[in-house]
């Protein structure tokens, strides 16, 4: 399983960016999707995830009501849309991999960097 974050970038305070996350070597519809982020010093931060036919997500206190976690089965693609960005949501966000009932993501991306200037 391969998995290839895109769409970050630098947005000031206030703004969106939609990440995306393509899929491949495997069965997405299989897998339990979830997007974490890392900001410098820190440890690595869970935002919230999907299950396998976009039914059911979870997203963390931090990110609710401003994040939304989907996916596109037909495209095998991962999205999260971020809506109200301030600069404490500057990170590397990482998109994640797993098969239920498993409670580890076996399966991570490279990261793509979101900043957000004040």
């Known amino acids: 399983v391969q998995l290839v974050e895109s769409g970050g970038g630098l947005v000031q305070a206030g703004g969106s960016l939609r990440l995306s996350c393509t899929f491949s070597?495997?069965?997405?519809?299989?897998?339990?999707m979830a997007w974490f982020r890392q900001a410098p010093g820190q440890e690595r931060e869970y935002v919230g995830s999907?299950?396998?036919?976009?039914?059911?997500?979870d997203s963390s206190e931090s990110v609710k009501g401003r994040f939304t976690i989907s996916r596109d089965n037909t495209k095998n693609t991962l999205y999260l849309q971020m809506n109200s960005l301030n600069p404490v949501d500057t990170a590397v966000y990482y998109c994640?991999?797993?098969?239920?009932?498993?409670?580890?993501?076996?399966?991570w991306g490279q990261g793509t960097q979101v900043t957000v200037s004040a």
């Open positions: 999907i299950n396998w036919s976009g039914a059911s997500t």
């Open positions: 994640a991999a797993k098969v239920p009932p498993s409670t580890n993501y076996n399966y």
């Open positions: 070597g495997g069965t997405f519809t299989y897998y339990t």
